[in-house]
């Protein structure tokens, strides 16, 4: 199995409410990290994550926004623990980030969305490769419910414009001849429109 040279978060968000921020302090602190807080202007707070066992070090600012805390962290990591605990309290607290996870002779990038990974991109000296994408099934499934509606639509006017030939057919005065082609023009629009979506 290759080792990990290091980890790269080259874009992480977290938006917390004031709550959220309290848990998160436990929950980093709960993973034998050391935490310290400091709070500065404008109730924005300044947090330092250490790694006792070995000094590594990641600062965070949680800037006060209305009622969220939002934190932009950009920072690379090498030693696992404080790697980890980074890796938890993202997916914990549904964040959004970009990860490389740096090895020997390639990286693995990671595209987190609400705390979920939605892709992982293998980056090699051969080029890049998607290793994994999420799928929108529910959004997939919802088109295709959607598609098919219209297919339903379409075979109803096309019943109607069909019932309308055979009546004109059967119009013995101009008038009712002028009423059955207005009806089909009618149709004809609302077919063209839907064969067009």
Sequence with gaps: MAKRLATEYVNARLQLSAD??????????GQNIRIRVRVVGCGNQEMALVDETNGEEVSMTFEQRDDRFVCELSCRL?????????????SAFRGDAVVNRIYSGFT??????RGAVHKIVEHTADGVRVVFERRDTVGELESLYVSRQVEREIERI???IDELLDLRNQCTSPGEKQAVDERLRQYTKQLF?????
């Design 193 to 197: 429109i839907l064969e067009a979506e």
């Design 158 to 160: 096309q019943d109607a």
């Design 78 to 90: 090498v030693h696992p623990k404080l790697t980890n605990a980074l890796r938890r309290a993202v």
């Design 20 to 29: 959220d921020l309290d848990r998160f302090v436990r929950f980093v602190g």
């Design 108 to 113: 693995m990038t990671y595209y987190y969305k």
